[in-house]
């Protein structure tokens, strides 16, 4: 069984990005933010939650989306709603977070750790995120077709050499169901 320490996580981002983008992956408290680099810190900092694993891989997701500008803005510029969002607040945040969650899939395969789809309102109005998960999903087999951004294969491939899972990306990989 695959051992996912965060520590390990950090190290291999650190490897992969530190010296070309002066970005670390950092251990935080109760909420994921990024921050750029300022007088108080001089590199750019993706702070994942309480030491998950999978907030870390997710949080890397929106940093591997986000462009040259955006990852100049406090959060990469885009607005968040916290929990208790309202059906059409739902909506909008599903449809901002198809890419990050397809990318964050991508990883996880990479590194054996298992994905979930995460709509992120447990005290909202009630949903259904059958087409959230199918949008995902068909992101996923997008990025396959078309192949992936230069960091995220650099990433994913770097991932499944740590962990020495196949380095293949085919959509057989990815079940739907499993999401």
């Not at 397809?102 to 750790?113: C, M, P, R, S």
Request: proline residues 4%.
């Amino acid at each position: 069984m695959l051992q996912h320490r965060y520590e390990d996580l950090i190290q291999i981002f650190d490897a992969c990005f530190f010296q070309d983008y002066n970005t670390r992956l950092v251990k935080g408290g109760d909420e994921p933010i990024y921050l750029p680099a300022d007088e108080q810190r001089t590199y750019h900092a993706i702070y994942f939650a309480h030491g998950f694993y999978s907030s870390a891989l997710h949080e890397i997701s929106h940093w591997l989306i986000a462009g040259p500008e955006r990852r100049l803005l406090e959060d990469f510029g885009y607005w968040y709603r916290p929990d208790g969002r309202t059906a059409s607040e739902q909506a909008e945040f599903e449809r901002v977070e198809v890419k990050p969650q397809a990318t964050e899939w991508i990883l996880a395969d990479a590194a054996g750790f298992r994905f979930r789809v995460s709509s992120d309102n447990l005290n909202g109005e009630p949903t259904d995120n059958t087409k959230f998960k199918q949008a995902v999903y068909q992101q996923v087999a997008t990025y396959i077709s078309k192949g992936l951004p230069e960091r995220t294969e650099r990433l994913r491939r770097t991932l499944c050499a740590f962990y020495q899972t196949p380095s293949d990306l085919t959509l057989n990989r990815f079940n739907l169901e499993s999401i």
